[in-house]
């Protein structure tokens, strides 16, 4: 049974998010990658679209998500389902870290808003 223990999970840092890595093929999970997200505050991350859709579900903060240019904004315990190809960003408009869990099917491509690819991130492989 593969388990990752959060003390020897990898962390990856990239522009003001810190992913913390759960699940993920290289991890032993066959269909789901998960991991924590860390947003400082004012980080957001590239605006992107997913083949499959990713959950975010809040920990800590405030975590706005921008689904197709409108902006919602999602508390600690509430959760929200990015629907597949939708362009989105999440970001930190507040003053203290953001702190989210993150869901999404093994395998997912990904592609900035101009339509170029973004090599799968070494937190989901």
């Known amino acids: 049974m593969p388990i990752t223990r959060a003390a020897q999970a990898p962390r990856f840092d990239l522009d003001g998010l810190h992913f913390l890595g759960f699940t993920s093929p290289s991890r032993g999970a066959t269909e789901l990658c998960t991991w924590q997200l860390d947003i400082d505050p004012g980080a957001a991350s590239v605006v992107h679209r997913l083949n499959h859709e990713e959950v975010f579900i ?68």
Do not use: K, Y
Request: net charge negative; with cysteine; charged share 20%.
């Open 58 to 125: 809040p920990l800590q903060g405030t975590l706005s998500v921008v689904l197709d240019g409108e902006e919602i904004e999602l508390t600690t315990g509430d959760a929200c389902a990015v629907p597949a190809h939708c362009l989105f960003q999440v970001a930190n408009r507040s003053n203290e870290v953001a702190r989210a869990f993150v869901c999404v099917s093994a395998g997912f491509r990904a592609m900035q808003a101009d339509g170029r690819e973004i090599d799968t991130p070494p937190w989901a492989r």
